[in-house]
Every structure is written in structure tokens, then in C-alpha cells.
């Protein structure tokens, strides 16, 4: 099994800064890419980044310019760099990994809340 561990949510003023980690572990044979998504109070959880093994990255369309998503291999972690940021994008935080062996098979982390209010 994969354990993923997050990390870094606070709360920030509108236009702040904050970086989330995700450090994974356990067993990571076959690991594919990992993501980060998120979940706002009453609405379905939305795919904000993701990075390959190869480290190509992809961004939703309202976090493009903003936010970074990167990773240390020798740490097995993960980050999130949010900048600028607005109420919108206030939400629990969750890491993602994606494994294939003989089928692909998701593992979540538990989510950190990031508020954006002044």
C-alpha cells in the first residue's frame, strides 16, 4: 500500500503565498503520476495539478499562472506552490497518487484545509 502525509494548509489573506507537501510512502512500484485536488464547502472535489515520473506537469485552467506543482524524488514528496491567492480557492486539499501494476489503482491522501480570507 502507499501512504501519502499532507501538509501545509493554513489560513492566508487574498494574494498570499502558501506551499503544500504530500511525502509518500510505502510501496511505490509502479507509481504512474501524482496529483493534487481539492474539494471546496459544498461543491465535488476538482483535479488542480498533476506530474508524471517524467516530471510533465498539467494545471486546471483557474489555477494556470498561480500555482507550481513539483516533487523530490530523493524525498518522495510532493509539493503545491499557491500564489496570489483568492477566497475561490479556499478548499481541503488533497494529494493523489497513481499506481500501475496489473491495473491502475488511486491512493488518496486526508486533505488540508487552505483558507483564503482577510
Known amino acids: 500500500q502507499v501512504q501519502l502525509a499532507e501538509s501545509g494548509g493554513d489560513l492566508v489573506q487574498p494574494g498570499g503565498f502558501l506551499r503544500l507537501s504530500c511525502a509518500a510512502s510505502g510501496i511505490l512500484t509502479g507509481l504512474k503520476a501524482m496529483g493534487w485536488y481539492r474539494q471546496a464547502p459544498g461543491k465535488q472535489r476538482e483535479l488542480v495539478a498533476t506530474?508524471?515520473?517524467?516530471?510533465?506537469?498539467d494545471y486546471a485552467d483557474p489555477v494556470k499562472g498561480r500555482f507550481t506543482i513539483s516533487r523530490d524524488n530523493a524525498k518522495n514528496t510532493m509539493y503545491l506552490q499557491m500564489a496570489s491567492l483568492k477566497s475561490e480557492d479556499t478548499a481541503v486539499y488533497y494529494c493523489?497518487?497513481?499506481?500501475?501494476?496489473?491495473?491502475?489503482?488511486?491512493?488518496w491522501g486526508q486533505g488540508t484545509l487552505v483558507t483564503v480570507s482577510s
Open positions: 493523489n497518487a497513481l499506481i500501475q501494476r496489473l491495473a491502475e489503482i488511486e491512493f
Open positions: 506530474i508524471t515520473t517524467e516530471g510533465i506537469t
